[in-house]
């Protein structure tokens, strides 16, 4: 599974950006898909997952300003970012796992300005 991350970019604080990312391949057999996200000098963190197909989690930091969405006919996962904080600022990673193989998109950047 190939993934393509894309809707990144420079907002002011308080705004939305929706992120995209695109499967080669069928989403729908993967376990688990998720948003992660890496701040300079910090460690990738997960901001949101799917688990088989219905349970959504999200990091305690963007719960109830970000929904994660999955599109099995279109292959696509989505995140939906409201509220945006300059502390949101990272490159953002989607991720699918398949028991223990993960598979990772390029990232895209999401700069939040105060």
């Known amino acids: 599974v190939q993934l393509q991350a894309s809707g990144g970019g420079l907002v002011q604080a308080g705004g939305s950006l929706r992120l995209s990312c695109s499967a080669s391949g069928s989403l729908h057999s993967l376990s688990v898909v998720a948003w992660y996200r890496q701040a300079p000098g910090k460690l990738r963190e997960l901001v949101a997952s799917?688990?088989?197909?219905?349970?959504?989690n999200y990091s305690d930091s963007v719960k109830g300003r970000f929904t994660i969405s999955r599109d099995n006919a279109k292959n696509t996962l989505d995140l939906q970012m409201n509220k945006l904080r300059p502390d949101d600022t990272a490159v953002y990673y989607c991720?699918?796992?398949?028991?223990?193989?993960?598979?990772w998109g390029q990232g895209t950047q999401v700069t939040v300005s105060s």
């Open positions: 991720n699918a796992q398949s028991g223990n193989v993960h598979y």
């Open positions: 799917i688990i088989s197909g219905r349970i959504e």
